[in-house]
């Protein structure tokens, strides 16, 4: 491992309106050491979705608030730096939530694994991850579209 510390944002204050850089603070730490059973995941891609925006409010929610001085929330994918887990290899590749940090610790629980070589690790942030899954349930749920009718899709930036 070449570097020597870990890099998180944290979320120095919350946000009236939308989102300024004194809301968010960076923050260097030492790398977490995995115990048994844990694996140390580095982060590669972290997604960016309009969802951060309500974690970092602390209004009722049906998702719990980012504490203040904790790093910010977020889909990952992480290579596996070092395992103590059984299920987890070095050098495999996972879908994981461990935020806006260079390296998070993880029980295994909830992570996808994406192999030891994925082709375009990114897309499990974007169109085939959450993100493509929310737009094409909102399509068929929402939309329903029937045959014969015009579609128009449109970025929902």
């Keep these: 491992m070449t570097d020597s510390v870990n890099r998180r944002i944290v979320l120095a ?3 009236v ?3 300024v850089a ?3 603070r960076l923050e ?3 790398i977490p050491t995995p115990s048994e059973g844990e694996i140390l995941l580095r982060s590669v891609y972290l997604s960016l979705d309009p969802y951060m925006r309500g974690r970092m409010s602390d209004a ?3 998702a719990d608030p980012v504490a203040i001085d904790e790093a910010m929330v977020g889909g990952t994918v992480c290579q596996v730096i070092e395992s103590k887990h059984p299920n987890f290899a070095q050098g495999e590749w996972v879908l994981a939530f461990t935020g806006w940090q260079d390296y998070g610790l993880s029980n295994g629980e909830g ?3 994406m192999g030891t070589n994925p082709a375009n ?3 499990a942030l974007g169109v085939m991850g959450m993100p493509g899954f929310t737009a094409y349930m909102g399509l068929l749920d929402i939309g329903q579209p029937k045959q014969g009718d015009t579609l128009v899709v449109a970025a929902a930036t």
Excluded: V
């Design 13 to 15: 204050s919350r946000p």
């Design 17 to 19: 309106g939308a989102p």
């Design 22 to 24: 004194e809301n968010f």
């Design 28 to 30: 260097s730490d030492t």
């Design 60 to 62: 009722k929610s049906y």
């Design 111 to 113: 992570l996808i694994k």
């Design 121 to 123: 690790p990114s897309y």
